[in-house]
T-cell receptor, first 112, second 114 residues
Framework: AQSVTQLDSHVSVSEGTPVLLRCNYS??????LFWYVQHPNKGLQLLLK??????LVKGINGFEAEFKKSETSFHLTKPSAHMSDAAEYFC??????????FGKGTLLTVNP | DAGVIQSPRHEVTEMGQEVTLRCKPI?????LFWYRQTMMRGLELLIY????????DSGMPEDRFSAKMPNASFSTLKIQPSEPRDSAVYFC????????????FGPGTRLTVL
């Protein structure tokens, strides 16, 4: 069994300040972990993925995430937020098969 | 690459009517997934096809829902009869040869059942 918890349902930052979106997971297997982003009325776009290679994963648009097994965390960060980053972000875990388990999402608001 | 294509993007129908949602996966991908997104339940996997064969339909809500994949480039999700509680965004996703490969999502179909 696997699960994922996004610790914040809503995060609000100012443009140019750092972004931190928190995610904890549980999995019976060595998991693959993903972050997807969903802009309003759009589909889900893959930001980055971890599949047991380097623990620090770099994604698109300046985002990165660090896999910490001891903390069962996979937090998403970005040094400087842009207005275009405003969207909903989903942390996703996959165990031994194809099934993805989605977190409930974190809505990121970027203030000018 | 055109990505995963879904149609229609929006569908408004009345309770009791048949609804058909369509999906064209990324060329060369042999796994296809249908998901439903609602505020209450988030994103849920409805059904998974591999090489056009349904492998896992345990997420299909009830007999009113059916899905087909007649060939590698086309899939449908049908609801008959539709009910207001079926209102949601339905996503199709595809992935390539490995079952554990990354899933790429389409833009979704927003279904409203009145």
């Amino acid at each position: 069994a696997q699960s994922v918890t996004q610790l914040d349902s809503h995060v609000s930052v100012s443009e140019g300040t750092p972004v931190l979106l928190r995610c904890n997971y549980s999995s019976s297997y060595s998991p693959s972990l993903f972050w997807y982003v969903q802009h309003p009325n759009k589909g889900l776009q893959l930001l980055l993925k971890y599949t047991s290679a380097a623990t620090l994963v770099k994604g698109i648009n300046g985002f990165e995430a660090e896999f910490k097994k001891s903390e069962t965390s996979f937090h998403l960060t970005k040094p400087s937020a842009h207005m275009s980053d405003a969207a909903e972000y989903f942390c996703v875990v996959r165990g031994s098969n194809y099934k993805l388990t989605f977190g409930k999402g974190t809505l990121l608001t970027v203030n000018p | 690459d055109a990505g995963v294509i879904q149609s229609p993007r929006h569908e408004v129908t009345e309770m009791g009517q048949e609804v058909t949602l369509r999906c064209k996966p990324i060329s060369g991908h042999n796994s296809l997934f249908w998901y439903r997104q609602t505020m209450m339940r988030g994103l849920e996997l409805l059904i998974y096809f591999n090489n056009n064969v349904p492998i896992d339909d345990s997420g299909m809500p009830e007999d009113r829902f059916s899905a087909k994949m007649p060939n590698a480039s086309f899939s449908t999700l049908k609801i008959q009869p539709s009910e207001p509680r079926d209102s949601a965004v339905y996503f199709c996703a595809s992935s390539s040869t490995g079952l554990t490969d990354t899933q790429y999502f389409g833009p979704g179909t927003r279904l409203t059942v009145l």
